[in-house]
């Protein structure tokens, strides 16, 4: 074969597993450190996600930002808690393994870190060299979340981090480490999605909590993350400039609770949406908080006499009992929501978190939600992009989504260049491999 028939080959291969991983939706599970660090209560241990192989992508939630570099946030747990996740590629040799940064409070530590030239490599460098260090696969930036003020400096750290993970991937040829970032529901002032999309491998788009028991005025029960909510956060940041390749959305393991006002005395009346309340619900008896619902503790209280109803504006599910009413998804709601992901040739979807589902299988199997969703993606996708076949037809290219417009999004900040500020390529390299012999 001559090299201009092995060149086209190359490209038409390219072209072919870049359109099978299109339409293969990806599984994203959050994996918070303090359910792992619940010792006495239900405790949940790395391997017993294992058998399951449901998450293609583990997000371990989170590092905090100290000094203007990653930092554990909670002891030296950390180290273990790797090496376990890397030995679940074991069996499961594909598994993405990232590392979440932020998280709930962190928007004055990003806020810092990104504000200048310096501080941006600093991370990105440190960044690399925890990843590397621990043998993870990516960084899921949380930042939570970035002001009006921040937008700027929000698509800058992002575009740092991408360019050091490039020139460490050229390096060492080795692969690219992957970067991600996660936004609020709504396209706000904060971010620059044009930006955004030129640097990262996938957003993580927060669909759920759209209503909730915070507040001081009157509260009324209402959906935490209904469809029609979840479709519009989507539609919209599709609108604003990132692809439906790049977007993920979010599927809450979780419920939103409220205390009503008048106990419901085990009426047989439908105690539906916007009953008056007094505030959020009492904790339940594995998760102690006030205000949200495992969907473990649901299904146990489903099957300990509260009375379950399905909304049909928002095809999620509710249930109450005495004084007690709670919002939440099951494997029905899910279901729609990952084949509507599906139907519009999205990256995936992405839970919060694996350790609020029925891992211990209280109500039947374990990992309900998880086998829900897994159960939704069309298998003829999973198996054909899980062992692809060269002697398949290529696909015509214009079966993919024609690109979005983004005429229904003006930004305030129409950003110019973000480059220019940015130090010379021979800088980053210099700082980045300073900083990476620095600490090996
Ligand atoms: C840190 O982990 C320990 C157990 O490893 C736990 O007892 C403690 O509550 C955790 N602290 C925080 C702030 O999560
Ligand atoms: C890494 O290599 C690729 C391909 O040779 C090149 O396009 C890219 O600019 C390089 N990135 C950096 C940061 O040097
Ligand atoms: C609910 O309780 C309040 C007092 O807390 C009372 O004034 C009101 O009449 C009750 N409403 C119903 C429908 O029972
Ligand atoms: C509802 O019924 C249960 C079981 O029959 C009972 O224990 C509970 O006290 C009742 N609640 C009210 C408010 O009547
Ligand atoms: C949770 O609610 C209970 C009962 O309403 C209350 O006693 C407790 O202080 C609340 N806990 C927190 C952390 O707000």
Redesign the pocket.
């Known amino acids: 074969m001559d090299m201009s028939s092995f060149a086209w080959l190359s490209l038409l291969l390219a072209e072919f597993s870049r359109w099978t991983s299109a339409g293969d939706l990806r599984v994203q599970c959050y994996l918070p450190e ?1 359910t792992l ?1 619940n ?1 006495g209560n239900n405790p949940f241990r790395i391997s017993d996600i294992a058998p399951t192989k449901a998450c293609d992508v583990i997000i371990y939630a989170f590092f905090k930002i100290e000094d203007g570099v990653p930092a554990p946030t ?2 030296s ?1 950390y180290r273990q808690h790797f090496a376990q996740l890397n030995d679940l590629k074991e069996a499961q040799p594909d598994l993405e393994i990232l590392l979440g940064v932020g998280g709930w409070g962190s928007g004055k530590e990003f806020a810092s870190t990104s504000s200048n030239p310096a501080s941006r490599i600093k991370f990105a460098s440190a960044v690399v060299t925890t990843l590397r260090r621990w043998s993870l696969d990516g960084v899921n930036i949380d930042w939570q979340f970035p002001e009006p003020a921040g937008a700027r400096d929000h698509a800058l750290l992002l575009q740092s981090l991408r360019e050091a993970f490039e020139l460490e991937a050229n390096k060492t040829q080795r692969e690219r480490l992957k970067l991600t970032t996660t936004v609020t529901q709504t396209v706000r002032l904060g971010y620059l999605p044009k930006e955004i999309a030129k640097y990262v491998d996938g957003v993580n788009v927060l669909t759920y909590d759209y209503k909730g028991n915070w507040g001081s005025t009157v509260q009324k029960t209402a959906v935490n993350a209904g469809f029609p909510d979840v479709r519009k956060s989507v539609t919209d940041w599709i609108n604003a400039g990132i692809t439906p390749a790049e977007l993920s959305l979010g599927i809450p393991f979780y419920g939103r609770t409220w205390t009503l006002t008048n106990d419901t005395g085990n009426t047989t009346r439908d105690v539906g949406m916007g009953h008056e309340a007094i505030g959020p619900g009492v904790g339940g008896f594995l998760t102690y908080d006030n205000g949200t619902l495992s969907y473990t503790e649901i299904c146990i209280n489903l099957k300990t006499g509260w009375t379950r109803k399905t909304d049909p504006a928002s095809s999620t599910s509710y249930a109450y009992s005495g004084n007690q009413w709670v919002s939440y998804d099951d494997d029905d709601s899910i279901s729609i929501k990952v084949k509507w992901a599906e139907s519009q040739n999205m990256k995936g979807v992405f839970i919060w978190h694996i350790g609020l589902d029925d891992r211990q299988g209280a109500c039947g199997p374990k990992f309900p939600l998880l086998a829900a969703i897994r159960k939704a993606i069309s298998p003829s996708t999973k198996a054909m992009s899980k062992t692809p076949n060269p002697t398949f037809d290529i696909p015509v290219p214009s079966t993919r989504p024609s690109p979005p417009s983004s005429a229904s999004y003006n930004p305030v900040h129409t950003s110019s260049s973000l480059g220019r500020n940015e130090p010379s390529k021979a800088i980053l390299i210099g700082f980045l491999f300073a900083f990476v012999n620095l600490i090996c």
């Open positions: 303090w660090s010792e909670n002891g747990k």
